[in-house]
Each structure stands twice: as structure tokens, then as C-alpha cells.
């Protein structure tokens, strides 16, 4: 569903849980994805990335998965916890473009204890 | 110490008036880039610069001009502030092209 106000997606999640993060990338040449996370008040935060001659990466309790047949990325949070509240960006490199990122909506994540 | 700085952290200003944003990076880094994020926490591209040259320009008013005077540096100025540019400006930096990001926390921009 959506957060009101902030026209986010949501998702809400028990503590201990594993979440699933989804995005849908808008250009077929884009060859570099970004996964970022966003606390409240702060600036973006680096979490994993991956090229687009892998489809699998795994982070510490993070995995990126990258379809690019149907243009999906998703980021899997291995034992959710609470420190991992907040608004989750996907970014592509824009079909190609060596300096530019595009970000994607966001999601906001609810860890509930 | 903080990788990517700005400040202020906070500005509040009146509609017309001329504002700066200053960045600094201590990583090193070649390519700099401002950041525009909306009320809906939307992320948009303003400017990117690689070795203090001008790489993109994403269609932004001409009121907004940044400016490089090293590679570690990239400041906003804005002229003639508009209600319409309240909003978090984020600075960041990385390698290069296709490279990761890393953001400073933000200013946030406050027009009256």
C-alpha cells in the first residue's frame, strides 16, 4: 500500500523476518545498478550494486538480484531488524550514462519489533 | 571526519533572495554531483562534474549555477529563490563514471 503523504510504497515487516525490496528499472541500456538506503534526516547511504553482466550479488545479510529480461531489480534484507527502517532507493545508470544516476520512487521499510 | 560536507545545513530565506550551498570532499574523488529531493522524497539529478568540468546539466533553471573551483569542491548558487525550490539539496561524489555515490546529509531549503 502507500504511506500517506509521502506517496511511498510500503512495506512492513516483523523483526527477524527477511524483506524483499522490488523495482522496476525504466531503461534496457542502463548496464549499472545501485541499491541505497535513506534514514530520516540523513543523505542516502551506499548498500550494494551490481553490473549487468552478473544477476546475483550478495553483501553482508544483503543480496541484489538483477532480471534484466523484464527490467527487475530486488533487494533481499536477510533478518530484518529495526536499524533497517527506512526509505530504500533502487538507481540505474540511465541507460549507459557514465554520470548520471536515476533514482527510483523509494520504499519505505517498517521494521516492527 | 565527514567524507562529502555542505552547508549549511539549514537555510530559511525569503522568496528573492540569493543563496549559496557549499560542498566539500575528502575522498579524492573526480566526478561531483548535486541532487534536488523533493517533498515526496523524490531523487532528481541537477549536475554532475567530472575534474571540474561540466557533465550534465539535467535541464535546470539558469538561477541555479554551480560552480567548481577544484576537483574537491562544488558549490550551488542560486539566484532569485522561488517558493518552488524549497526542497533537501544533496552534494555527492565518487570515482568516476559508473561508479557509486556518496552523499553528504543534505541542506535543507526553506523559501518564505
Known amino acids: 500500500g502507500e504511506s500517506v503523504g509521502l506517496h511511498l510504497p510500503t512495506l512492513s515487516v516483523q523483526e527477524g523476518d527477511n524483506s524483499i525490496i522490488n523495482c522496476a528499472y525504466s531503461?534496457?541500456?542502463?548496464?549499472?545498478f545501485i541499491w541505497y538506503k535513506q534514514e530520516s534526516g540523513k543523505g542516502p547511504q551506499f548498500i550494494i550494486d551490481?553490473?549487468?553482466?552478473?544477476d546475483k550479488r550478495q553483501g553482508q545479510r544483503v543480496t541484489v538480484l538483477l532480471n534484466k529480461t523484464v527490467k527487475h531489480l530486488s533487494l533481499q534484507i536477510a533478518a530484518t531488524q529495526p536499524g533497517d527502517s527506512a526509505v530504500y532507493f533502487c538507481?540505474?545508470?540511465?541507460?549507459?550514462?557514465?554520470?548520471?544516476?536515476?533514482f527510483g520512487k523509494g520504499t519505505l521499510l517498517t521494521v516492527n519489533p | 571526519d565527514t567524507a562529502v560536507s555542505q552547508t549549511p545545513k539549514y537555510l530559511v530565506t525569503q522568496m528573492g533572495n540569493d543563496k549559496s550551498i557549499k560542498c566539500e570532499q575528502n575522498?579524492?574523488?573526480?566526478?561531483m554531483y548535486w541532487y534536488k529531493q523533493d517533498s515526496k522524497k523524490f531523487l532528481k539529478i541537477m549536475f554532475s562534474?567530472?575534474?571540474?568540468?561540466?557533465?550534465i546539466n539535467e535541464t535546470v533553471p539558469n538561477r541555479f549555477s554551480p560552480k567548481s573551483p577544484d576537483k574537491a569542491h562544488l558549490n550551488l548558487h542560486i539566484n532569485s529563490l522561488e517558493l518552488g525550490d524549497s526542497a533537501v539539496y544533496f552534494c555527492?561524489?565518487?570515482?568516476?563514471?559508473?561508479?557509486?555515490?556518496?552523499f553528504g546529509s543534505g541542506t535543507q531549503l526553506s523559501v518564505l
Open positions: 555527492a561524489s565518487s570515482y568516476g563514471g559508473n561508479e557509486k555515490l556518496f
Open positions: 531503461n534496457s541500456a542502463s548496464d549499472y
Open positions: 551490481i553490473r549487468s553482466n552478473m
Open positions: 538507481a540505474e545508470n540511465s541507460g549507459g550514462s557514465n554520470y548520471k544516476l536515476t
Open positions: 575522498l579524492g574523488h573526480d566526478t
Open positions: 562534474y567530472n575534474n571540474k568540468e561540466l557533465i
